[in-house]
C-alpha cells in the first residue's frame, strides 16, 4: 500500500447514502467519469422509502462501478484506493456502498478511505474535469452547504478542516422545499419542480413568516406552517386556488427561503471577516440562490464559488475529490468500519 506522492493515484469512489447509486473515477485531483443512477421507484410514495432504496442500490452498484471505469478509460489494475460514503445517511443504502468498498479493498489490496458525505459536499467546487481550470476558493473560506437533511455554514480551513458556525434547528432548506412542494402536490423532490415552476411567478406575490432565529441558526418548521395557512385559508374562498397560483406560490416560497438562507450567509461572513464563499448540497442547484449568491457577491466584494449543478446534488465525483485530499493525507480506513447513519 504505496502512498509516495509522486506516484499517480487513480480513486474509486462510491457514493449511496441516499437514493442514487453513485460510481466515479479521480485520478490525481481530476474527474474522468462520474456515473449516477437515480432510483425512480420512489416517486409514487411521495419521498424516498429506504428498504427500496437499499435494494436498487444491490442491483445498481455493480453496473454502475463498471460503466464508471469503462467511461474513465482505465482498468480495474490503475486504481490505487477505494473511496466511499461512510454517513451520514440511510443506513441500508451505507451499507451497500461500504460493504462494496471493503470487498473490493480487500480483494485488490489496496486502501479504503471513508468520507464524510457533507464534507464532500462541501469539496464539491474543488471537482475538475480533464482540461479545465477551474477557479477554485481559496482558505479560509465560508460553504452555505444546503441539502435535504441539512443547513449548515461551515468555516472551511483546510480541505479536511471544517467548523460548523451555524446550523438548522429543525427541517433542512431542501426539506423545506420539498415538503411545500407535497402539498402543492408536486412530485418528490419538490425543490427542482418549484425552481422551474418560480421561474413563471411573481415572487412578491405573497408573503410568508420568517424565522427569528439568533446567531447563525436556521429554522424552516415556522415557513412550512405559514405556508399551509395560507393555503388552508385561500382554499375555501377558493377551491381552484393551487392551481391558479401555482407558479406565484412557489417563486414566493422559494424568495423567502433564498432571503433566510442570504441573510445568515451575508452575517457569517461581517462576523468571520470571510469573503471567499462557497456553496454545496442539492439546494445549491436552485437557480434563485445562485443567483442570490452571485448578485449578493458583487454588492460585498466576495469572491463567489458555485459548483456545476450536477456536482450539487449526490454524486460519487465530490466523494472521490473527497477521498482523494485524504489519501495524500494518509487518512485510510480499517477493515472493522461500518456505515453511519449521524456521522
Ligand atoms: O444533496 P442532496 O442531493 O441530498 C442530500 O444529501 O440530502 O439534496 C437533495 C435536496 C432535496 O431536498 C431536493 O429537493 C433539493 O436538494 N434540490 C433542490 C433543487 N435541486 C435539488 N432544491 C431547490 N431547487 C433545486 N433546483
Ligand atoms: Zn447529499
Given at each position: 500500500?504505496?502512498?509516495?506522492?509522486?506516484?499517480s493515484?487513480?480513486?474509486?469512489?462510491?457514493?449511496?447514502?441516499?437514493?442514487?447509486?453513485?460510481?466515479?473515477?479521480?485520478?490525481?485531483?481530476?474527474?474522468?467519469?462520474?456515473v449516477?443512477?437515480?432510483?425512480?421507484v420512489?416517486?409514487?410514495?411521495?419521498?424516498v422509502?429506504?428498504?427500496?432504496?437499499?435494494?436498487?442500490?444491490q442491483?445498481?452498484?455493480?453496473?454502475?462501478?463498471?460503466?464508471?471505469?469503462?467511461?474513465?478509460?482505465?482498468?480495474?489494475?490503475?486504481?490505487s484506493?477505494?473511496?466511499?460514503?461512510?454517513?451520514p445517511g440511510?443506513?441500508?443504502?451505507?451499507?451497500?456502498?461500504t460493504?462494496?468498498?471493503?470487498?473490493?479493498?480487500?480483494?485488490k489490496?489496496?486502501?479504503?478511505?471513508?468520507?464524510?458525505?457533507?464534507?464532500?459536499?462541501?469539496?464539491a467546487?474543488f471537482?475538475?474535469e480533464?482540461?479545465?481550470n477551474?477557479?477554485?476558493?481559496?482558505?479560509p473560506?465560508?460553504?452555505?452547504?444546503v441539502?435535504?437533511?441539512?443547513?449548515?455554514?461551515i468555516?472551511?480551513?483546510?480541505?479536511?478542516?471544517?467548523?460548523?458556525?451555524?446550523?438548522?434547528?429543525?427541517?433542512a432548506?431542501?426539506?423545506?422545499?420539498?415538503?411545500?412542494?407535497?402539498?402543492?402536490?408536486?412530485?418528490y423532490?419538490g425543490?427542482?419542480?418549484?425552481d422551474?415552476?418560480?421561474?413563471?411567478?411573481?415572487?412578491?406575490?405573497?408573503?410568508?413568516a420568517?424565522?427569528?432565529?439568533?446567531?447563525?441558526?436556521?429554522?424552516?418548521?415556522?415557513?412550512?406552517?405559514?405556508?399551509?395557512?395560507?393555503?388552508?385559508?385561500?382554499?375555501?374562498?377558493?377551491?381552484?386556488?393551487?392551481?391558479?397560483?401555482?407558479?406565484?406560490?412557489?417563486?414566493?416560497?422559494?424568495?423567502?427561503?433564498?432571503?433566510?438562507?442570504?441573510?445568515?450567509?451575508?452575517?457569517?461572513?461581517?462576523?468571520?471577516?470571510?469573503?471567499?464563499?462557497?456553496?454545496?448540497?442539492?439546494?445549491?442547484?436552485?437557480?434563485?440562490?445562485?443567483n442570490a449568491i452571485l448578485a449578493?457577491?458583487?454588492?460585498?466584494?466576495?469572491?463567489?464559488y458555485?459548483p456545476?449543478?450536477?456536482y450539487?446534488?449526490?454524486?460519487?465525483?465530490?466523494?472521490?475529490?473527497?477521498?482523494?485530499f485524504k489519501?495524500?493525507?494518509?487518512?485510510f480506513?480499517?477493515?472493522?468500519?461500518?456505515p453511519?447513519?449521524?456521522?
Amino acid at each position: 500500500m504505496g502512498t509516495n506522492k509522486n506516484e499517480s493515484v487513480t480513486i474509486l469512489a462510491i457514493e449511496s447514502s441516499c437514493d442514487d447509486t453513485s460510481a466515479a473515477i479521480v485520478k490525481d485531483g481530476i474527474v474522468l467519469s462520474n456515473v449516477i443512477a437515480s432510483q425512480k421507484v420512489h416517486e409514487q410514495f411521495g419521498g424516498v422509502v429506504p428498504e427500496l432504496a437499499s435494494r436498487s442500490h444491490q442491483e445498481n452498484i455493480v453496473p454502475v462501478i463498471d460503466v464508471a471505469i469503462k467511461n474513465a478509460g482505465i482498468s480495474k489494475e490503475d486504481i490505487s484506493a477505494v473511496g466511499f460514503t461512510r454517513g451520514p445517511g440511510l443506513l441500508g443504502s451505507l451499507l451497500v456502498g461500504t460493504s462494496f468498498a471493503k470487498g473490493y479493498a480487500l480483494s485488490k489490496n489496496i486502501p479504503l478511505i471513508e468520507v464524510n458525505h457533507l464534507q464532500a459536499h462541501v469539496l464539491a467546487s474543488f471537482i475538475q474535469e480533464p482540461n479545465e481550470n477551474v477557479a477554485m476558493p481559496k482558505f479560509p473560506f465560508l460553504c452555505l452547504l444546503v441539502s435535504g437533511g441539512h443547513t449548515q455554514i461551515i468555516i472551511v480551513r483546510d480541505y479536511l478542516e471544517m467548523e460548523i458556525i451555524g446550523e438548522t434547528i429543525d427541517d433542512a432548506a431542501g426539506e423545506a422545499f420539498d415538503k411545500c412542494a407535497k402539498v402543492l402536490g408536486l412530485p418528490y423532490p419538490g425543490g427542482p419542480v418549484v425552481d422551474r415552476e418560480a421561474a413563471k411567478g411573481n415572487q412578491l406575490a405573497f408573503s410568508f413568516a420568517k424565522p427569528k432565529i439568533p446567531n447563525l441558526g436556521f429554522s424552516f418548521s415556522g415557513l412550512k406552517t405559514s405556508f399551509l395557512y395560507l393555503l388552508r385559508d385561500k382554499l375555501v374562498v377558493n377551491p381552484n386556488f393551487i392551481e391558479e397560483n401555482t407558479s406565484d406560490l412557489c417563486a414566493s416560497l422559494q424568495k423567502t427561503i433564498v432571503d433566510i438562507l442570504i441573510d445568515k450567509l451575508v452575517k457569517a461572513s461581517k462576523e468571520t471577516g470571510i469573503t471567499e464563499i462557497v456553496i454545496g448540497g442539492g439546494v445549491s442547484a436552485n437557480s434563485g440562490l445562485r443567483n442570490a449568491i452571485l448578485a449578493t457577491g458583487d454588492k460585498r466584494g466576495w469572491n463567489t464559488y458555485l459548483p456545476k449543478l450536477k456536482y450539487t446534488t449526490d454524486n460519487a465525483a465530490m466523494i472521490g475529490i473527497t477521498a482523494y485530499f485524504k489519501y495524500l493525507k494518509g487518512e485510510f480506513s480499517s477493515q472493522e468500519i461500518s456505515p453511519l447513519a449521524r456521522y
